[in-house]
């Protein structure tokens, strides 16, 4: 297409400066250095990294990047080129190439177009939607969308509310506790009261030993609820710091996912676009001035991905840490329940024999029997 004219067609380069600079690479196992290339003859003018593919030696160096123009192999000049034959050039050097580059300056603020904010508010309605439904309404499905993470965080949502409703159910239990507590030692001041006034001595003792009893129920309920407290205590860690954190990760998380995805569905609806043209045989201007508006897309793409990964890596790793913590939590819960049931045991010893006057013995209903909730 170019060899036809008889002049350069000039790079519409949007304002990117490009640097020059060259990097020797080692080959793998597979005599790969680990990039995808496009452009190139006949209808581009410059060559250029697609992607670079993790854990392969272009990825480990972290020299070149999506977008980056090549523009020779090994000394040896690309000009004119297709990337068939560039691809051929890089694999008949064996052990290290070294390949020349124009860096593309990109600043991804420049990608961030209001068509991707309006491809990441499609990612978010399509997030919650069935298949069937997004088919019916024309919407396309990306391939991340079924996330296990965000049923993680619908799970999360609701261990909250759960976690939540038991802390006020436990504090209001507690709060009657203590004031059923507090009303069993006005009980026991009274009786001793009683008990010093009284005249005749077997009365006396009785209601003695009646304000020792209800004197010792308040100390057990008071020791019950220092047994419990801790457990409360817990608890509202987990819910009001733990939770909200993950929480606000995972929401992260997304925002960093709907962006990569708006990325990708971009780059595809380009190389559509792209491919169109070229079988109606009509140049595409941003094909045939450098395709600087792709490689610019093509960047954001790739550092997007990074902060998906790393952001995935950290949302993983805090949940295991909350799953961690919730099982530490529910490992105390016993044995504080324990506790709890071993204090409320030995209140009728409080009583103790013989601590009811003779003729009025019987079965004294410490607290109300439980209900089952």
Known sequence: MFADL???????KLGIPTVPGKVTLQKDAQNLIGISIGGGAQYCPCLYIVQVFDNTPAALDGTVAAGDEITGVNGRSIKGKTKVEVAKMIQEVKGEVTIHYNKLQADPK???????????VKHRLVENMSSGTADALGLSRA????????????????????????????????RAFYELSQTHRAFGDVFSVIGVREPQPAASE??????????????????????????LTDLNTYLNKAIPDTRLTIKKYLDVKFEYLSYCLKVKEMDDEEYSCIALGEPLY?????????????????????????????????????D?????????????????????????????????????TGQLQVFPRRRQL
Not at 6 to 12: A, K, L, R, S, T
Not at 114 to 120: A, E, N, Q, R, T
Not at 292 to 305: G, K, P, S, T, V
Not at 329 to 347: D, F, H, I, M, Y
Request: aromatic share 8%; net charge positive; charged share 30%.
């Open 110 to 120: 420049q990608g961030m177009s209001l068509d991707i904010v309006l491809k990441k």
């Open 143 to 174: 391939i991340l969308c079924n996330d296990g993470l965000v049923k993680r965080l619908e799970e999360l949502e609701h261990t909250a509310e759960l976690y939540k409703g038991m802390t006020e159910h436990t504090k209001n239990l507690l």
């Open 6 to 12: 008889d002049y350069d067609i000039e790079e519409d």
């Open 286 to 322: 941003r094909v045939s001035t450098g395709n600087y508006e792709y490689r610019l897309i093509l960047r954001c793409r790739q550092e997007a991905r990074a902060r998906f990964s790393q952001m995935r890596k950290d949302v993983l790793e805090k949940m295991e840490l909350l």
């Open 206 to 231: 009785a209601f003695v030993k009646f304000a020792d009893a209800h004197r010792s129920i308040e100390k057990f309920g008071i020791r019950l609820l220092k047994t419990i407290k801790p457990m």
């Open 324 to 360: 961690q913590k919730h099982g530490v939590w529910r490992t105390r819960w016993p044995t504080r329940q324990g506790q709890a049931a071993l204090g409320c045991a030995t209140l009728p010893e409080a009583w103790g024999p013989g601590s009811v006057p003779a003729g009025r």
